[in-house]
């Protein structure tokens, strides 16, 4: 058994007082690499260039910087990028690429003192729920390793709940950092729209994508997010009003708050355990001075289908640029036309081709007012369900998904039914509101213990709130046991 | 639902190349996708805007000023063929 990691805010002051340094921290998280290389949890790791960072933090909190990350080592799903690291998106197509730049967020991180020790495994392009659309092989779930993770961000959840790092970046378009989250028993924060630049990370759905951490507990998320969020120049859909403070209001409670249900969140469909963690969880919260209540979301049908036009649509304009020219990988062809047609059917999986597909079909000519427009239109009545709602509650509660994490294998035969597993994530992308989600309990599911996360939703820029909430809820719970972190495969 | 030929053509647009097998198995696959996307038809959106910009805030707008950007080197590095600071491509004449 790995021993869990502190808290980010008690490691990085023990980098800061000499207690440790920066270099053995992450030769502590490269250990763990290596250690549970089986769960296919790490695409690409640099030990060298990791130590080299860590010494270079060493030297900086010698010469008296007072770094809030100092030494903390953190992994990064890897479609975001790092400047000279392999950013391959899980797919062929990027096999040997290594951007000139780093990702704002990533870069911000770095500034703070924290170290880059590796990249993470994900579902090609960030496109599906179990991680097993990777081009480069699956992850395991460590709490049972015939599980999946969940996904996209299905490595950098692994990686949290496995204990190799204290922290790992995701990115959530539908549901892809607060899914793998729930199934792997970590916290996950999908920041609201705008929150952190997205500028380098490799744009999926350009109107849903945001970057968020996935980490132990509720601090270390608020304490991350506190220091990659803000206006970023590249990214002009990066929000530059002042980002609330997230970190010192944490232990705030919940007194006066107003906490809705989504009925249409608790329906059929969703198993008995699940429902049982989101009672208990709401529970708390009564008991603690909140008034919890019903509400209705009454849209919520029509989520998936206007998300995976949506996505789909943004997926196959931002995908064009894979043509084989300007970066990545060439099939030897004839003529120009033949070089981007062989060069994209080689080098992108069955996944991302049927996505780029439906993308394009919906776009095209006859079919974009149907398809595109219309789902524009949904995504507006979704917007409003929320704002309905946060008229008469301050947040929401509910599931993160209508099960635990489902067996590897179970789904993929079925593109429909693996994005109608993404039914209680995607409302969020769609309306630009943040969630939050942190396990709740352990409970049997299929015959297995699995970790079940609770979702916690607000209004536009309400981070502050959703943390403090998530903290509380995490307080009260007691502790959570560690994953067995899959000894047994 | 959805011909395999329209799947052919669309395949063309978005410059993938599809074998026969393929595009009948994803007729039937997309088809699904879209049958229940079609349940967004039951919803009466005529007087429903689009929601755009897609998280409702307003235009950024930056000085027309100069700045660092990638230098050529480091835009071509990741490019499978380049000659003279330029990527390289196949031959383009015979491609109408």
Request: proline share 7%.
């Amino acid at each position: 058994m790995t021993a869990p990691w502190p808290s980010i805010d008690a490691l990085a002051a023990s980098v800061r007082s000499g207690e440790r340094s920066a270099a053995e921290t992450v030769r502590t998280a490269l250990k763990r690499i290596s250690a549970h290389e089986d769960l296919g949890a790490f695409l690409h790791v640099d030990e060298a260039r990791a130590l080299d960072d860590a010494q270079a933090v060493d030297r900086r909190v010698g010469a008296g910087d007072d770094l809030p990350l100092a030494g903390v080592p953190v992994a990064l799903k890897d479609n975001l990028c790092a400047r000279g690291s392999p950013t391959t998106c899980g797919s062929r197509i990027l096999e040997h690429f290594a951007p000139p730049y780093d990702a704002t967020a990533v870069a911000r991180l770095q500034q703070a003192g924290a170290v880059v020790v590796g990249k993470t495994n994900l579902d090609e392009f960030a496109m599906g729920s179990s991680n097993e659309n990777s081009a480069f092989g699956p992850v395991k779930n460590p709490w049972d390793t015939t599980r999946a993770p969940g996904g996209s961000s299905g490595g950098s959840a692994a990686a949290v709940a496995a204990g190799i790092v204290p922290v790992a970046l995701g990115s959530d378009t539908g549901g892809s950092i607060r899914q793998p989250a729930a199934f792997c028993g970590t916290v996950g924060l999908k920041p609201t729209y705008g929150r952190v630049s997205r500028y380098g990370l490799v744009a999926f759905g350009s109107s849903l994508d945001q970057i968020g951490p996935l980490t132990n507990r509720v601090s270390d998320a608020a304490l991350v997010l506190a220091i990659m969020a803000g206006g970023d120049p590249r990214d002009a859909t990066c929000s530059n009003d002042p980002v609330p403070d997230v970190v010192s209001g944490l232990d705030g409670g919940v007194e006066g708050l107003r906490v809705g249900l989504p009925k249409e969140y608790l329906g059929d469909g969703i198993e008995p355990c699940v429902r049982q963690a989101v009672a208990t969880a709401a529970q708390r919260l009564a008991a603690d001075g909140a008034e919890v209540r019903e509400v209705s979301l009454p849209h919520t049908p029509y989520a998936i289908p206007a998300y995976y036009v949506v996505a789909t649509c943004e997926a196959s304009s931002n995908l064009a640029r894979f043509d084989g020219i300007h970066y990545g990988r060439r099939a030897e062809a004839p003529n120009l036309s033949s070089t981007y047609e062989r060069s994209r059917t080689e080098g992108l999986g069955a996944e991302v081709r049927r996505r780029i597909l439906l993308g394009t079909f919906a776009l095209s000519a006859g079919h974009y007012d149907a398809y595109y427009d219309r789902a524009m239109r949904v995504r507006t009545l979704i917007r409003r369900d929320f704002e309905q709602a946060f008229d008469s509650v301050d947040l929401l509660l509910s599931p993160a998904g209508p099960t635990p994490a489902f067996r590897l294998g179970e789904k993929t035969q079925d593109p429909l039914e693996m994005y109608l597993a993404d039914i209680l994530t995607v409302a969020a992308n769609l309306a630009g509101v943040p969630g939050l989600v942190v396990p709740e309990c352990v409970g049997e599911f299929e015959g297995a213990a699995l970790p079940i996360g609770v979702q916690l939703m607000g209004p536009m820029w309400s981070e502050p709130t959703l943390l403090r909430v998530g903290h509380h809820l995490e307080r009260t719970r007691g502790e959570m046991p560690a994953a067995p972190t899959g000894g047994t495969a | 639902m959805i011909e395999p030929e329209t799947v052919l053509k669309v395949a063309r647009l978005a410059r993938l190349e599809l074998s026969g097998d393929e595009s009948a198995r994803l007729a039937v696959e997309l088809g699904r996708i879209l049958s229940h996307v079609d349940r967004l038809e039951e919803l009466d959106v005529a007087d429903v805007p689009p929601l755009m910009p897609a998280t409702g805030g307003s235009d950024v707008y930056r000085d027309d000023a100069t700045g660092p950007t990638l230098s050529v080197q480091d835009a071509l590095g990741n490019a499978p063929d380049t000659s003279d600071d330029c990527f390289r491509v196949p031959k383009v004449i015979d491609d109408a």
